[in-house]
């Protein structure tokens, strides 16, 4: 079955990085898009970007631009989303999912990022 | 990409169907038959219940329809349940890039 396990919980300072990873298992892992979307404590769902993990190829929201790396390893059929210059606004679970991002049907347990001095 | 808006709430008592929209512009929900809905429970991850506009996975009731038109999607569900007290959200692809905007969510409580 298909199935995407993200890494655990992290905590970071303002001005860091953090860099979730999202195993993916149960299916071909370069023959679909991830994708990742953001949700803040009590607030909506926020679509922060693509990866083609075949080609490598990405399209990130403008708001993030600059800001988000998405990327991959294929030998171990994982991606991963870097986001850096992080602010307290940065705090909220970090969901990855299975593309393409217009039927995201297979979704990550998420990640929960506290940014705290 | 600005957020596609929704209202914030909506409510029916069971059996009763509730309908929610979502607008947006022609550079995403009027522009593309890309519209999905999704699904989320308190504490859980998202839940594809609709893709490209009217299309549902398999598994996801045939309680749960959607339509299009214009710039404005509607997700309808029908003979409303006690599991769908959920909060949803739309989504639609936004063009240049292959890029994608969510709603602003809809909390539907079952009375």
């Known amino acids: 079955q298909v199935q995407l396990v993200q890494s655990g919980a992290e905590v970071k300072k303002p001005g860091a990085s953090v860099k979730v990873s999202c195993k993916a298992s149960?299916?071909?892992?370069?023959?679909?898009?991830i994708n990742w979307v953001r949700q803040a404590t009590g607030q909506g769902l926020e679509w922060m970007g693509w990866?083609?993990?075949?080609?490598?190829?990405?399209g990130y929201a403008q708001k993030f631009q600059g800001r988000v790396t998405m990327t991959r390893n294929t030998s171990i059929s994982t991606a991963y989303m870097e986001l850096s210059s992080l602010r307290s606004e940065d705090t909220a679970v970090y969901y990855c999912?299975?593309?393409?991002?217009?039927?995201?049907?297979?979704w990550g347990q998420g990640t929960l990022v506290t940014v705290s001095s | 990409q600005s957020a596609l808006t929704q209202p914030p709430s909506a409510s029916g008592s069971p059996g009763q169907s509730v309908t929610i929209s979502c607008t947006g512009t022609?550079?995403?929900?009027?522009?593309?038959?890309?519209v999905s809905w999704y699904q989320q429970h308190p504490g859980k991850a998202p839940k594809l219940m609709i893709y490209?506009?009217?299309k549902r996975p398999s598994g996801v009731p045939d309680r749960f329809s959607g339509s299009k038109s214009g710039n404005t999607a509607s997700l309808t569900v029908s003979g409303l349940q006690a599991e769908d007290e959920a909060d949803y959200y739309c989504?639609?692809?936004?063009?240049?890039?292959?890029?994608?905007?969510f709603g602003t969510g809809t909390k539907v409580t079952v009375l």
């Open positions: 999912a299975r593309g393409p991002h217009t039927a995201m049907r297979y």
């Open positions: 149960g299916y071909t892992f370069t023959s679909y898009d």
């Open positions: 990866m083609n993990p075949n080609s490598g190829n990405t």
């Open positions: 022609s550079s995403d929900v009027g522009g593309y038959n890309y």
């Open positions: 490209e506009v009217s």
């Open positions: 989504s639609s692809y936004a063009g240049s890039n292959n890029l994608g905007v």
